[in-house]
């Protein structure tokens, strides 16, 4: 480009130096020869006059001659008169002939009036005139005449070409002098020109190279800036918060960083034609708090932080960081405002959970603290109440029936008992008591109690209050110390009959549950597989801020020493704990639930009911592989089929499965429907039926029927088990399904177990 510039620019250069060159050249030319000119024009006029000047002269002569001629015609003076009238003649020829300038001098009149006067000189000196001889006094009276008149004449002439040649000299001079002033001008100014040319080329040159210098910076610049943008794109496209900026006058968003529509789920384009959307976004609770506080931080020109919920089209809450800084113009007038908007949703949650950890650790250290203070204050009881019970149990047995001191010793042994059992309790808080723990059902535990003693002394005092049972007949065991479970069970039910007042209902249920995920409430529930012992009550609730304390010894709003002594939710916390278990608590002004969970066991109760004889459900070494992203649920299901009579493998992963039946085909496969990373049980099996048109497989999760599942069904799967599984119910499902047709209907309705 810079090359096809320059070529016009060279060839412009060259037309004005080649222009400039021609017209100096004829400038100094002329002015050279207008000069010479002048330096030769007076010189030739003054050439001219003499030459005037010597012919008046040899007139003058011619004159004298002709008068000596006369006095004295002898031949002598004729001849003397011949030769300067011939000499006149030759001399007036040449000024005929070679004077140029007529304008100065008339040489034309001149050699008219002199030039025939001096011809018939000539010819009358020769030949005679009239019949007059040369030398007769009349021929030289006549020629004497005649040039007198010419000589006359030709005086006059030369004056006048005097006068004539000095006027025209001036006027030349006047005209050469204006001439050459014109011709010095037009030099000037040609120089000028030149300058000006010159200075306009130059300047020229360096607008050009400074509009080259300046696109040159502005193409450096707009590379920049495109550079710039690419950058804070990539970022602002890159980044999970979200960048906006607010103009005040239009009141309007004016730019909103793509990671608007990802964490609030709207178009950005309604944002830019509708800044109402923003507000509309914030969740009903919160609008008013944050619009409010925009508004004053806009006010007050400063930065500011705000946190408030979204509510997405979909319905989910997202909590947000809102980050707001005024830019002001130069007269210190707010005119837009950013800012920066994060989703800390997870970080609200990681904080919550946090705190919420926070509180159960100190909850529990504050339990283990008062356990041990429990436990030393239980070791110094004992050793007191030692004396206390045993020594009226022996008075007791040497007393007559009739004796007046049976009575208040009776009391006194009664009263050491009830001190001992409250000791028990003591001792129950304090962790790391020894206790004896066995394979046993919640569901009998629960039997016993309602049929104990000490139920029927509940029930007697609160007769308006009903309890129901919803025990899971096919609840798994657990291991644990009979005693106290018998114990957490009555504390639990006691307190859950004296929370009514007047006419009320309480639930005891148990169920089986399997976790694939930990479950978070009052306390952290791991993942595994849980017999759960629940039991609600329709009272008036727990407040909120007895929730969190009514764990703790001592710790009761009923009247101590009459309705209890405050041990009994501590004695539950602190057994649930021995065994390994988790509660959970909800409450409200008209309900509350506590959820206690035991690890399950697979042993068998030693003095339970011998089970349903196994012949029956037993395979014949058909191969089945369990499909199980939890290792020790594989390895379970693996021994209850083994002890089945089946052949079984496990594999963690939907792509080992794949693998595993590409290179061993097998009769029946146990799917686990949600496994993490990787493929789900439901692409699993897709992914099989390529292999295995006809594949069999059973459905077993830890969650209820899913979409998944009914579409895992419709592809060709068998029945559907819940977690945990029981020996019996994992037999049947397996005998019936092998025992099916390998055909399979698409439309089969999915059997939930």
């Not at 003397?80 to 003649?89: C, G, I, N, P």
């Not at 000791?423 to 020894?434: F, K, N, S």
């Not at 057994?575 to 206690?596: C, K, M, P, R, W």
């Not at 429907?673 to 099989?688: D, F, K, N, V």
């Amino acid at each position: 480009m810079a090359t096809i510039r320059q070529k016009p620019r060279v060839l412009l250069w060259t037309a004005m130096i080649v222009i400039i060159i021609a017209v100096l050249t004829t400038i100094l030319l002329t002015n050279l020869t207008l000069r010479t000119i002048e330096e030769n024009l007076p010189n030739k006029l003054i050439s001219e006059l003499f030459d005037l000047d010597l012919i008046l002269e040899d007139l003058s002569e011619v004159v004298t001659a002709v008068k000596m001629a006369g006095l004295r015609p002898t031949e002598d003076n004729l001849t003397l008169t011949r030769e300067k009238v011939e000499s006149v003649y030759q001399r007036i020829a040449e000024i005929r002939d070679s004077y140029v300038f007529d304008n100065l001098i008339n040489a034309s009149t001149f050699h008219a009036a002199v030039a025939p006067a001096i011809a018939d000189l000539k010819i009358w000196l020769t030949e005679g005139v009239s019949g007059y001889g040369p030398q007769s006094e009349e021929v030289t009276g006549i020629a004497l005449d005649r040039i007198t008149r010419a000589f006359e004449k030709a005086r006059a002439l030369n004056l006048d070409s005097q006068t004539t040649a000095q006027r025209m000299l001036d006027s030349q001079r006047r005209r050469l002098g204006q001439f050459l002033f014109n011709v010095n001008l037009l030099f000037i100014l040609t120089i000028l020109l030149t300058f000006c040319m010159v200075y306009m080329l130059v300047r020229q040159g360096v607008l050009e190279r400074r509009e080259v210098a300046a696109k040159i910076d502005r193409n450096r610049f707009e590379t920049s800036l495109r550079e710039s943008e690419a950058r804070f794109r990539e970022v602002v496209h890159n980044i999970s918060e979200v960048i906006w900026l607010f103009d005040v006058g239009k009141q309007k968003v004016i730019y909103v960083s793509p990671a608007y529509e990802k964490i609030w789920g709207r178009s950005i384009e309604r944002l830019y034609s509708r800044y109402a959307e923003w507000s509309e976004s914030i969740h009903p609770e919160d609008r008013q708090q944050a619009q409010r506080t925009f508004e004053q931080d806009l006010a007050r020109g400063k930065a500011s932080v705000r946190e408030y919920r979204i509510v997405r089209p979909s319905g989910t809450v997202r909590w947000i960081s809102d980050r707001s800084f005024p830019i002001v113009n130069a007269e210190g007038k707010i005119i837009r405002i950013t800012g920066i908007a994060e989703d800390v949703t997870e970080r609200r949650a990681a904080e919550e959970s946090l705190r919420a950890s926070q509180e159960k650790t100190a909850r529990s250290r504050k339990m283990e603290s008062l356990g041990l203070l429990a436990g030393g204050v239980a070791h110094d009881l004992n050793n007191i109440l030692s004396g206390i019970v045993s020594y009226p149990e022996l008075i007791l047995l040497d007393l007559p029936e009739n004796s007046p001191l049976k009575k208040p010793i009776e009391t006194i042994y009664a009263s050491g008992q009830r001190a001992a059992a409250i000791v028990q309790d003591l001792l129950t808080i304090a962790r790391g008591v020894a206790i004896t723990r066995e394979p046993l059902n919640l569901n009998d535990l629960v039997r016993e109690y309602l049929n104990s003693p000490e139920y029927e002394n509940l029930h007697q005092f609160h007769t308006t209050v009903s309890v129901d049972t919803a025990l899971d007949h096919e609840l798994l065991n657990i291991s644990g110390s009979r005693v106290h479970l018998k114990k957490v069970l009555m504390n639990l039910v006691s307190n859950a009959v004296e929370a009514i007042q007047g006419h009320g209902n309480v639930r005891v249920s148990t169920r089986n549950r399997y976790l694939d995920q930990p479950l978070q409430g009052y306390d952290d529930i791991k993942i595994g597989e849980y017999a759960v012992l629940s039991i609600s009550d329709d009272g008036s609730g727990i407040a909120p801020d007895d929730l969190s304390r009514i764990f703790e010894p001592f710790y009761t709003r009923k009247v101590m020493g009459r309705s209890g002594t405050g041990l009994g939710l501590a004695v539950v916390w602190n057994v649930l704990q021995d065994h390994e278990g988790y509660i959970n608590v909800t409450s409200d002004a008209n309900h509350t639930l506590f959820d206690l969970y035991f690890p399950i066991t697979r042993e068998s109760i030693a003095d339970a009911a011998a089970p349903r004889p196994l012949e029956a459900l037993q395979g014949k070494g058909e191969t089945v592989l369990v499909v199980d992203d939890m290792a020790t649920q594989g390895e379970i299901a693996c021994r209850m089929l083994t002890k089945l009579g089946y052949q079984a493998d496990s594999v963690s992963s939907g792509e080992a499965a794949i693998a595993h039946v590409q290179a061993h085909p097998v009769d029946l496969m146990l799917l686990d429907m949600i496994m993490e990373p990787g493929l789900s049980g439901r692409e699993t099996y897709a992914q099989i039926l390529k292999i295995n048109p006809q594949q069999k497989a059973i459905i077993v999760s830890g969650f209820a029927e899913t979409e998944d599942v009914t579409e895992t069904q419709r592809m060709g799967a068998g029945q559907y088990l819940r977690k945990p599984l029981t020996l019996e119910r994992l037999g049947i499902a397996v005998k019936d399904e092998l025992s099916k047709k390998t055909a399979q209907t698409a439309d089969r309705p999915p059997r939930i177990e």
